[in-house]
């Protein structure tokens, strides 16, 4: 678990180059390498541009710590939904 955090933020570190925000780019760049699996639609950099406007809160074009943890979230939450229903995704789905 404290490994998996620690992914968590290095892998943001390293997309923000030392920077406080990740741009665009390299966003693109991360979501493609690290979350292609669990991510149906990174292989189009529309998809990733449209996800990246829904994060962005304070819309600077840019993903904050903050608005990428708020992927991050999503994420794991998506999958305890998927490993806790017992009725298969069209249930899922309503959720
Ligand atoms: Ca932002």
Same mark, same amino acid.
């Given at each position: 678990? %404290?490994?998996?955090?620690?992914?968590?933020?290095? $892998?943001? #570190?390293?997309?923000?180059?030392?920077? !406080?925000?990740?741009?665009?780019?390299? =966003? $693109? /760049?991360?979501? /493609?390498? $690290?979350?292609?699996?669990?991510?149906? +639609?990174? +292989?189009?950099?529309?998809?990733? /541009?449209?996800?990246?406007?829904?994060? +962005? +809160?304070? $819309?600077?074009?840019?993903?904050? =710590?903050? %608005?990428? #943890?708020?992927?991050?979230?999503?994420?794991?939450?998506?999958?305890? !939904?998927?490993?806790?229903?017992?009725?298969?995704? %069209? %249930?899922?789905?309503?959720?």
């Amino acid at each position: 678990m %404290e490994g998996a955090i620690k992914t968590v933020v290095m $892998q943001y #570190l390293s997309s923000a180059r030392g920077k !406080e925000n990740v741009s665009g780019k390299n =966003f $693109q /760049k991360l979501v /493609k390498s $690290q979350m292609g699996n669990i991510l149906s +639609d990174t +292989d189009s950099s529309s998809a990733i /541009k449209d996800m990246m406007k829904g994060l +962005d +809160d304070n $819309q600077d074009g840019k993903v904050s =710590f903050q %608005e990428y #943890l708020s992927l991050v979230g999503y994420l794991a939450n998506s999958m305890s !939904e998927r490993k806790t229903s017992a009725s298969g995704p %069209e %249930e899922a789905a309503k959720h």
